[in-house]
T-cell receptor, first 109, second 117 residues
Framework: GQNIDQPTEMTATEGAIVQINCTYQTSGFNGLFWYQQHAGEAPTFLSYNVLDGLEEKGRFSSFLSRSKGYSYLLLKELQMKDSASYLCVAMDSNYQLIWGAGTKLIIKP | GAVVSQHPSRVICKSGTSVKIECRSLDFQATTMFWYRQFPKQSLMLMATSNEGSKATYEQGVEKDKFLINHASLTLSTLTVTSAHPEDSSFYIC?????????????FGDGTRLSIL
């Protein structure tokens, strides 16, 4: 079956770095997305990886290893506003999205 | 950038009422739009895939007669919750991507918080 695994919750300190891991199993693969969702709001797009390697975008970076079915989202210089849920989403060969349950990130001062 | 407008943002109504939620792509065309439901502290649950000019594809366990979807144009999809009951109270979100851009990120509406009394 198709499946996404990511930690339920993580805690980090303001100004620090945190890495949120995600492993996936899909029928074929057409890329992996990371979304940020604040409580009570719709998700917002953060990143898309389809090739192996690291994509850097400001304070956020996303990494993909297709052979390992593994991705991570790296957040640097954490700010209090980064407290949110981070959703790992894989796209299968039929362009269907498989959603992870999300990782709730708690930032402490 | 691409924008999806969802309306209304919040609905509070009595049990038995039917509620229509609109999802519009403002600056792009979308042959496919997606409708999600999200319970508190849980991830998005795909309810159905709305296909322009044809019937929606519903996920297992989602009642098609309860959640009516109409995708009449390339920029508008509607979800109607018929005869809503308190258990239908939830956060409903739509998303869409540009035509021919299957592997591009979904653009989400702001969501509709539905409360049935």
């Amino acid at each position: 079956g198709q499946n996404i695994d990511q930690p339920t919750e993580m805690t980090a300190t303001e100004g620090a770095i945190v890495q949120i891991n995600c492993t996936y199993q899909t029928s074929g693969f057409n890329g992996l997305f990371w979304y940020q969702q604040h409580a009570g709001e719709a998700p917002t797009f953060l990143s898309y990886n389809v090739l192996d390697g690291l994509e850097e975008k400001g304070r956020f970076s996303s990494f993909l290893s297709r052979s390992k079915g593994y991705s991570y989202l790296l957040l640097k210089e954490l700010q209090m506003k980064d407290s949110a849920s981070y959703l790992c989403v894989a796209m299968d060969s039929n362009y269907q999205l498989i959603w992870g349950a999300g990782t709730k990130l708690i930032i402490k001062p | 950038g691409a924008v999806v407008s969802q309306h209304p943002s919040r609905v509070i109504c009595k049990s038995g009422t039917s509620v229509k939620i609109e999802c519009r792509s403002l600056d792009f065309q979308a042959t496919t739009m997606f409708w999600y439901r999200q319970f508190p502290k849980q991830s998005l649950m795909l309810m159905a895939t709305s296909n322009e000019g044809s019937k929606a594809t519903y996920e297992q366990g989602v009642e098609k007669d309860k959640f009516l979807i109409n995708h009449a144009s390339l920029t508008l999809s509607t979800l109607t919750v018929t005869s809503a009951h308190p258990e239908d109270s939830s956060f409903y979100i739509c998303s869409a991507s540009d035509i021919g851009q299957d592997n591009q990120p979904q653009h989400f509406g702001d969501g509709t918080r539905l409360s049935i009394l």
